[in-house]
């Protein structure tokens, strides 16, 4: 953690602990508060707790009552149409509505600032961030000045990565980091909590053993639930947990709004509410879908783009562990509308950080699909203590994948129908020991249509699939050597249509 995070948690503890013996000098430090909500946390319309609390969420209003643990959270949320005020005053949110400027400016109040430990709290916070930014700042055109590099595909990855080469980002790239992330780890709890109540399920869009997934909508927006099979919290928590610590924004990772756990006739609901995208998966587009060279070329690039950045750990004020997906396959990857793709479900995922020295496997008893499983998991001689070898079964699945959408490319007029791989060697829902004697005894790769071989880009993506399907882990490509060689192609293709527009 950077000196200035730390200090910053230090000073935000100190605050809290001298606030608490403050108000323990005075009473038990719980103060009466007006409750209206849906929590079912008010006794005849009050509460009593540290903080009183009146919230406004695109119009849905709420008052109660929390704990003194959430003020920083809660109290000083940044979230668009949100106005959120916090005091500690006998029943001191009974009157309280929202400014009339209200119009989806990010407006909080913190409570009244009327203690001194206050002031100098907020004042030496507020000294210290804006040292801390001018100092990152600094330290970046410092970085620029030098020639120093980055590795993260050109969007929003900033600054240190552990892979040293790549695209430096713009100057662009670095302000839009700074004004657009905030923590960058997602909504506050209580907010996600809000939205997620007022969410209407419209529409089931798919089904299957980890539950459903249901086309919503939230103030006239379309979201996607998912709703967990009770089998399946283990995904729940692990995909939450990782969503609600990780900043995780890319435009090729689904994007995440909220997490909710309720409670329905004595069962537990658990839903993920996130972007919704009306192409659906991979899978269900690549049925009815065939695609030209270059779109192939863009969802493949979008899809190594996406594991890029999930298998990258970035250390610097942005930090972000590796992660592993564990589950890649075209059932869990969506189309976008711009032909770009995004990956979901990260409920299997594992999380490593070289820079503080873990490696979080979690605790789900769920395992890949048996399809898309790599030989050294089927013949189970894989290193489960060493992080790499998570990432290099990805890519074997990455490979899969990329067979998937080739298959569906449309190549001298020819184009073949969609299959899932292994069709031709295996039944369908195939048990682990079939699969293990088609790819660890038998050795079968999938095999790739003569007319690849007669289109650049598509013998290209060929020759990838073929490097990530290597028998020996270490050998195969790593995801960034995969976006880099579709980079290029990419580049080259542009470069090659544009000259023949132009010799036209
Ligand atoms: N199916 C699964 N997740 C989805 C999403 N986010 N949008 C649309 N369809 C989906």
Not at 474 to 479: C, M, S, V
């Amino acid at each position: 953690m950077e000196s200035s995070s730390l200090l910053t948690v230090v000073l935000v503890g100190a605050f809290l602990w001298i606030s608490a013996i403050h108000a323990d000098s005075k009473d038990d430090g719980k103060v009466l508060c007006t409750c209206e909500n849906d929590k079912g946390t008010c006794v005849n319309g009050t509460c009593k707790g540290d903080i009183c609390f009146y919230s406004w969420v695109r119009g849905h209003e709420e008052r109660g009552c929390f704990s003194k643990v959430y003020y920083m959270e809660q109290c000083f949320s940044k979230v668009d149409r949100l106005f959120m005020h916090c005091c500690k005053e006998y029943l001191c949110n009974t009157f309280t509505t929202p400014p009339p400027n209200i119009n989806g400016d990010p407006t909080t109040t913190p409570p009244e600032l009327s203690r001194p430990e206050l002031w100098i709290t907020l004042s030496l916070l507020l000294l210290i961030t804006t040292a801390s930014m001018c100092g990152l700042v600094l330290f970046l055109r410092f970085r620029r000045a030098h020639g120093l590099r980055n590795d993260v595909h050109g969007d929003r990855d900033v600054t240190m990565l552990k892979v040293p080469d790549g695209d430096d980002p713009t100057y662009g790239d670095i302000f839009d980091e700074f004004c657009t992330s905030g923590s960058g780890t997602g909504l506050p709890y209580l907010v996600q909590r809000t939205m997620a109540r007022q969410i209407s399920l419209v529409q089931c869009v798919g089904k299957g053993r980890y539950g459903e997934v249901w086309r919503g909508t939230w103030m006239g927006e379309s979201v996607a639930v998912k709703i967990f099979s009770s089998r399946d919290e283990q995904s729940w928590f692990r995909e939450t947990e990782i969503y609600n610590t990780v900043q995780l924004r890319h435009d090729n990772i689904l994007g995440f709004i909220a997490s909710d756990m309720t409670s329905k006739n004595s069962s537990t609901q658990l839903w993920l509410v996130t972007h919704f995208h009306e192409l659906g998966s991979l899978y269900d587009f690549l049925q009815y879908s065939s695609l030209e060279p270059e779109s192939c070329l863009r969802m493949c690039l979008s899809v190594a783009c996406g594991l890029v950045h999930l298998h990258t750990e970035i250390v610097s004020s942005q930090e972000k562990p590796a992660i592993a997906h564990r589950d890649l396959k075209s059932r869990n990857i969506l189309v976008k509308r711009n032909g770009q793709c995004c990956i979901a479900d990260l409920g299997l995922a594992v999380i490593h950080s070289q820079s503080h020295d873990y490696l979080d496997v979690g605790n789900n008893p769920r395992v890949g699909t048996k399809r898309y499983m790599a030989p050294e998991v089927l013949d189970e001689t894989i290193r489960m203590d060493v992080f790499e070898s998570y990432k290099q079964t990805d890519i074997w699945a990455l490979g899969l994948v990329f067979w998937e959408i080739s298959r569906r490319t449309i190549v001298n007029g020819i184009v073949e129908e969609y299959c899932p791989p292994f069709f031709d060697m295996v039944p369908l829902d195939p048990s682990f020991e079939e699969m293990k004697k088609v790819v660890c005894v038998d050795q079968h790769k999938p095999s790739l249509h003569n007319r690849l071989h007669s289109h650049p880009i598509l013998s290209a993506i060929a020759k990838i699939m073929k490097e990530c399907w290597y028998q020996s882990p270490p050998a195969r490509l790593t995801a960034l050597r995969v976006r880099k060689t579709l980079s290029k192609l990419d580049h080259d293709s542009d470069f090659s249509t544009e000259k023949l527009k132009s010799d036209i």
